[in-house]
């Protein structure tokens, strides 16, 4: 969508974290995140300002200023700080209309809980999983909400709110190296810390391979046992139609395909 | 005196006898149960134990039923539906909540390993406890019971159709101050069950463990970092679950009492459900699409299969044979070199089934498949398979559609 003249004074927060590849485990600009940067650059490049809590020194906050932003507002705070008092403290001073996260975050809790929470805190509605913002009128967004299988609902929200922005989302421009490491860096300590007492009572390890789910008999007597452990798959076999004219094969196609709800 | 004395009937037992004599079989079923001798015992008449087998043998069965069928002769022990142990819970001391998703109205399979993730907690703690679902809108699930609800709280109005969060999470807020569940379970999915959890978790003021995955009474093992980590915690009231976290429940009935809430909920809902829009089914990504019409060697006419795709609004997707040759881009091969597609439906117009073609569509429910040849793969895997011209059917198929939707146009007007 081509910023217009509309979305001048529109002002957007976009919320960045720190990503990690799922392969080697490295930093790097987290996709949601970036898709959500991606989306305030294009409503409105002008009032978008990309907001990050934590180490103002993380290398992978420059990804996302490489993407073309002058700069980065990152409130300090220590690694075992929780990150909503510190931006619901900041944004309610800033007070912007729209606030983009990503869905889950790829490193830490990942709970997917801070845009309900700062929805919460802020009393904003929150929007999930939203795919674009289609247009912006009287004070209402026409969003598109992503659902599964590819599918779309339109939503319509006043403004202020809080959005999660889904991986169907338009996928993010390059990060370039020369605009990254000339981007500002703007840091200040956070208003609030609050550590996260309950964080500190977990512990964490590398993911364990969840165990496959065996299909367990439950026979009574030692027949069933038996039919259940020699019998085949049963392969249904299914419908053959043949020798019959094509029209009629096609209705019980078509029939089947009504049956399974898949005609629109 | 007349009742002692013991009145025989020579006539029936000539024909009990008399294994020739038309009303034999007839006198023995009737008084198969139970016969009493003189004496006041039971007697078991040895001959009409069995059946007479094809050839004129004598046949026990000596397995009760539970024996293969002999000889086309269905043992009536097989048939027979087992009736499950009804577990009752009456004046239960705490509950736990489920929220199912209830995809289509049903009861999916992650909603059942909730509901049994539920019952381990139960089992797990002291007292009696009540597994309470709360269902949202008219629901079609009949089998309530057979996946361990012992109360359900079905909470039904117009307001609750469609996408309404808002009005869910009061709702919910609302059997919290009532209820005062001990936990909180509903499964982390995009169908419905994160976003009203996390909402809840908001709203409540409670700290949700996301994707448990392996939850016992006082720790729960939950996927971090995008599914990297492991974080052991302790189990907190209310909980997002994994799929698979727990085995459903399968051996008891549950009664299923409907609960309802005291006072009702009314909320001004200030996101606005527009419904569902239209997408191109091309633009769909061939690995979540949901309907799929494939081509392969089969296809002669590619502008009609473009059309039939069109017509029955499906996603294109394509066999390695029909890529190679040019006729399709290969972003919409199907198979193990390409795409491994989720669809529900998939048709598989002139494919004879590879076995990569075959690993590629492994997830699909329906699989139709229209070929001329009957003995290939495809044919044995399909649900419904025609064995005709792939034109001739797509011919018709494309009108049936177009019928179909001038028909709605109609009824609509």
């Not at chain 2, 198979?335 to 569509?361: D, M, N, P």
Request: net charge negative; glycine share 10%; hydrophobic share 40%.
């Amino acid at each position: 969508m081509q910023p217009d003249k509309q979305n001048a004074n529109l002002r957007i927060a976009a919320l960045v974290s720190v990503g990690k590849h799922p392969g080697s485990g490295r930093a790097r600009r987290a996709e949601q995140d970036a898709r959500a940067v991606e989306m305030g650059l294009a409503m409105a490049p002008q009032g978008l300002e990309v907001l990050h809590a934590g180490d103002p020194h993380a290398e992978a906050l420059r990804a996302y200023a490489g993407m073309g932003l002058k700069k980065l507002r990152i409130l300090q705070q220590g690694e075992n700080a929780d990150a909503v008092p510190a931006l619901s403290q900041y944004l309610s001073e800033t007070k912007p209309d729209i606030v983009l996260t990503g869905v889950r975050a790829e490193s830490g809790e990942s709970s997917g809980m801070m845009a309900y929470l700062l929805g919460e805190k802020l009393g904003m509605p929150v929007v999930t999983r939203i795919a674009e913002i289609v247009s912006i009128d009287n004070g209402q967004a026409n969003l598109l909400q992503a659902l599964p299988r590819g599918q779309r609902r339109a939503l319509r929200v006043p403004l202020p709110f809080v959005a999660s922005v889904d991986m169907a989302a338009a996928t993010p421009r390059q990060s370039a190296f020369g605009p990254a490491s000339r981007a500002e860096m703007e840091a200040k300590a956070a208003d609030v810390e609050v550590l996260d007492e309950v964080q500190a009572s977990w512990s964490e390890a590398p993911a364990r391979k969840r165990p496959k789910r065996l299909k367990v008999v439950k026979a009574k007597t030692a027949a069933d046992r038996f039919k259940a452990a020699t019998a085949k798959s049963s392969g249904d076999g299914g419908k053959v139609l043949r020798d019959k004219p094509a029209s009629e094969m096609a209705q019980a196609v078509f029939d089947l395909l009504l049956e399974e709800g898949v005609i629109r | 005196m007349s009742d002692e004395i013991i009145r025989r009937d020579p006539r029936a037992e000539w024909i009990a006898r008399n294994r020739l004599h038309p009303l034999h079989d007839a006198m023995q079923q009737a008084g198969a149960a139970e016969t009493r001798g003189p004496s006041g015992l039971i007697r078991r008449n040895p001959h009409a134990v069995g059946f007479i087998g094809p050839n004129g043998i004598k046949r026990i069965d000596r397995m009760n039923g539970n024996g293969p069928a002999v000889g086309g002769r269905r043992s009536a022990g097989a048939a027979k539906e087992v009736e499950l142990p009804l577990h009752k819970v009456e004046n239960p001391d705490y509950y736990v909540v489920v929220v199912p998703d209830m995809v289509g109205g049903r009861l999916s399979g992650h909603d059942r390993d909730v509901i049994g993730q539920a019952h381990k907690l139960i089992r797990e703690g002291e007292g009696a406890g009540a597994v309470l679902a709360v269902v949202f809108g008219e629901h079609r699930e009949e089998a309530f019971d057979k996946a361990g609800v012992d109360r359900l709280l079905n909470i039904t109005g117009e307001a609750y159709e469609g996408y309404t969060p808002e009005l869910r999470v009061a709702a919910l807020e609302q059997v919290e101050k009532e209820y005062a569940p001990k936990y909180w379970l509903l499964p982390d999915s995009v169908a419905a069950g994160f976003e009203i959890g996390c909402r809840l978790a908001a709203r409540i003021g409670e700290r949700p463990a996301t994707q448990a995955w392996q939850v016992s009474s006082d720790e729960a093992i939950c996927r971090g970092a995008g599914g990297t980590t492991d974080i052991t915690r302790k189990t907190p009231r209310l909980m997002l679950l994994a799929e698979e976290c727990a085995e459903p429940i399968d051996e008891t009935r549950h009664e299923v009492l409907p609960l309802e809430l005291e006072t009702s909920v009314s909320v001004q809902a200030v996101i606005q459900d527009c419904g569902q829009v239209a997408v191109d089914p091309n633009a769909i990504p061939l690995g979540e699409a949901e309907f799929i019409l494939s081509a392969g060697n089969g296809v002669t006419d590619w502008n009609q299969f473009h059309q039939a795709a069109e017509a029955l609004g499906a996603t294109e997707g394509a066999s390695r044979v029909a890529v190679d040759d040019g006729n399709m881009p290969r972003f919409r091969q199907v198979g193990a070199t390409g795409t491994w597609v989720t669809a529900r439906v998939y048709v598989a117009v002139g494919i004879s089934g590879a076995v990569q073609h075959l690993q590629g569509i492994g997830q699909c429910d329906k699989v139709i498949a229209i070929n001329t040849d009957v003995g290939c793969d495809m044919v044995k895997r399909a649900a419904l398979s025609c064995i005709a011209d792939s034109g001739e059917v797509m011919a018709e198929l494309i009108r049936l559609a177009n019928a179909y939707r001038q028909e709605v146009v109609e009824n609509a007007a």
